[in-house]
């Protein structure tokens, strides 16, 4: 499968945004798709992920401000982010895995696809 993250730009504090993550490809439903982000001078950190099933799990920096999303007829995963900090500003990258569920969905080896970043900036 291949991934499309879009929607990043450039937003003030508080204004929300909605990253779309776009799968090629046939039985996206069978797909755990997550999102991770790499802010300036930082690592790699889990935001949130969605199962084949529909649960989700998010990251504590974004819990009660980001949800996440699926619309399986369109093959895209959503990420829609409210209250937006400047601690939110990185690139956001979406991932996708279709072997079976473990415990690790928050480690960026848990997955098998990665798609390019789109980049969010949170101007203050």
């Known amino acids: 499968v291949q991934l499309q993250a879009s929607g990043g730009g450039l937003v003030q504090v508080g204004d929300s945004l909605r990253l779309s993550c776009v799968a090629s490809g046939r039985s996206f439903n069978t797909y755990a798709v997550g999102w991770f982000r790499q802010g300036p001078g930082k690592e790699r950190e889990f935001v949130a992920v969605?199962?084949?099933?529909?649960?989700?799990y998010y990251g504590n920096s974004v819990k009660d401000r980001f949800t996440i999303s699926r619309d399986n007829a369109k093959n895209t995963v959503y990420l829609q982010m409210n209250s937006l900090n400047s601690e939110d500003t990185a690139v956001y990258s979406c991932?996708?895995?279709?072997?079976?569920?473990?415990?690790?969905?928050?480690?960026?080896?848990?997955?098998?696809?990665w798609g390019q970043g789109t980049l969010v900036t949170v101007s203050s």
């Open positions: 991932a996708a895995r279709n072997r079976a569920w473990s415990g690790d969905w928050f480690k960026p080896d848990f997955y098998d696809y």
């Open positions: 969605i199962s084949r099933s529909g649960y989700t």
